[in-house]
């Protein structure tokens, strides 16, 4: 070694080192790693996916310092790489000579690529055969993970992403910077089975027919998915690919939140749908997704709608005849007939038209009010508290509506003095009692 081996950095030595000072740990923590490997995804909780995460990050942080001082100390004891420099590009081939034959002599610098090229391809080939085992181990941790459960892709993602990042920016060719590249492509194509393994639990949901629906499971996956990536991918070199992911996954779950609610038998379309979109539009509300605000903008629409379509449909049964009548009279302006000749049709003039106010006194409202009540709070599911947001946008409508009545008798039956049988504060007062009173 010509008195150089006093600088050289052994590779036993190094081995020995790390071994010495992970030894322990590894040793306690394989078998925490085994127990994983017995449980399900469903008894798994953040701190054991965090547990995952920290095994994982410890033998990256053991094998790149290794593999980087074996290629170190095989470039020096074996004197390659020892003379990088950086070459000028090659010289274009020279002009024929006068008597056209070509010229002999190769440029200098293609021969100091050539030796360059070489010696690299020695210390990745002494590299491979001295760790040819790491990839295949690699491998083999990440599937266990992907096993125990597929969401520890994201924290495989994120921190081989960063290790094969870091490799690149030390040497780009080296033989660590090429396994964990490939290893890269494995953890990437997992969390891609991860994605389209969601979606397909989505697809294949199924339903109670016998007990109201609530907030679907994919909702809620997809909740907890979103949380997860949130924590892990803050700040992360693979943000890309997780933007990716939210779309696909939200547009699933948009989809098949309607399938749902088209199938349903025992809870109303609408309400599946205000209350599903409500929760999705919180989630994505709370988390601040830059880029599914268009997918909050769109949950909150559908759950505005919805919220209003059931009102609505459910208000026409406290009041169905009256609703009934004033439509009639609405039919008859459609068709020409002007307002204030109504009231000289047959079957909407003013004998009819109090007959009907009289079928709803306030105490009959009030009692329509309160089955109403009774069977919104049967549609809606508990989690998602909406009974009171339902209750007060009820009140809105049927006030409304109320205004509506009054605007058409006053139009219609001028001068006739019929009014509706319990005023505006009547109706305040019954929305009121029956809310407390349950």
């Keep these: 070694l010509h008195g150089s081996s006093g600088k050289l950095t052994g590779s036993t030595s190094s081995l020995n080192k790390l071994t ?49 001082a074996e290629q170190d100390f095989i470039s020096k004891f074996f004197k390659l790489q020892q003379h990088q420099t950086v070459m000028p590009p090659l010289a274009q081939p020279e002009t024929e000579e006068l008597d056209g034959s070509m010229p002999s002599r190769i440029p200098p610098q293609a021969d100091q690529r050539y030796a360059l090229s070489s010696e690299k391809d020695t210390v990745r080939l002494m590299m491979n055969k001295i760790f040819q085992s790491i990839e295949p181990e690699l491998n083999s941790l990440i599937a266990l993970g992907d096993k125990i459960d597929s969401f520890h892709s994201l924290y495989m993602l994120v921190k081989m992403s960063h290790h094969v990042w870091t490799a690149e920016n030390v040497d780009p060719a080296s033989f660590l910077s090429t396994t964990l590249g490939n290893v890269l492509v494995t953890v990437k194509r997992n969390f891609d089975k991860c994605i389209s393994g969601q979606i397909r639990q989505m697809e294949e949901v199924k339903i109670s027919k016998k007990s109201k629906v609530g907030i679907l499971p994919f909702v809620t996956g997809f909740e907890e998915f979103a949380e997860l990536a949130e924590t892990i ?54 988390l601040k997704i830059s880029c599914l605000d268009a997918e909050r903008r769109e949950a909150k629409h559908k759950y505005t709608d919805h919220l209003q379509s059931y009102v609505i449909n459910s208000l026409g049964q406290p009041l169905e005849k009256l ?46 009010l309160d089955n109403l009540y009774r069977k919104v709070d049967k ?46 504060q009547d109706m305040l007062e019954y929305f009121s009692s029956i809310a407390q009173s349950h």
């Design 323 to 368: 609703n009934h009548f004033f439509e009639g009279v609405e039919a008859r302006v459609a068709q020409g007939v002007r307002e204030e000749e109504v009231s000289y049709q047959l079957a909407f003039n003013k004998q009819e038209l109090r007959k009907v106010i009289k079928e709803y006194p306030g105490k009959e409202v009030k009692k329509g």
């Design 379 to 424: 549609h809606l599911c508990e989690e998602e508290s909406l009974l009171q947001v339902v209750w007060h946008s009820t009140q809105d409508e049927f006030i409304r509506q109320y205004k509506h009545f009054e605007g058409l008798i006053g139009r219609c039956y001028p001068g006739s003095g019929i009014t509706m049988e319990f005023t505006i």
């Design 20 to 68: 010495v000072q992970g030894s322990n740990s590894r040793r306690s923590q394989s078998s925490s790693l085994l127990d994983m490997g017995n449980m399900s995804a469903s008894d798994l909780d953040v701190a054991d996916r965090t547990k995952f995460d920290k095994i994982f990050e410890q033998v990256l942080s053991e094998l790149e310092p290794l593999c980087l």
């Design 233 to 286: 991918f803050r700040n992360a070199e693979r943000r890309g690919d997780l933007d990716k992911a939210y779309v696909k996954l939200i547009r699933a779950v948009f989809m098949n939140v309607e399938k749902v609610a088209n199938e349903s038998q025992k809870t109303p379309r609408d309400v599946v749908m205000m209350e599903n979109f409500h929760h999705i539009f919180s989630t994505l509300s709370r």
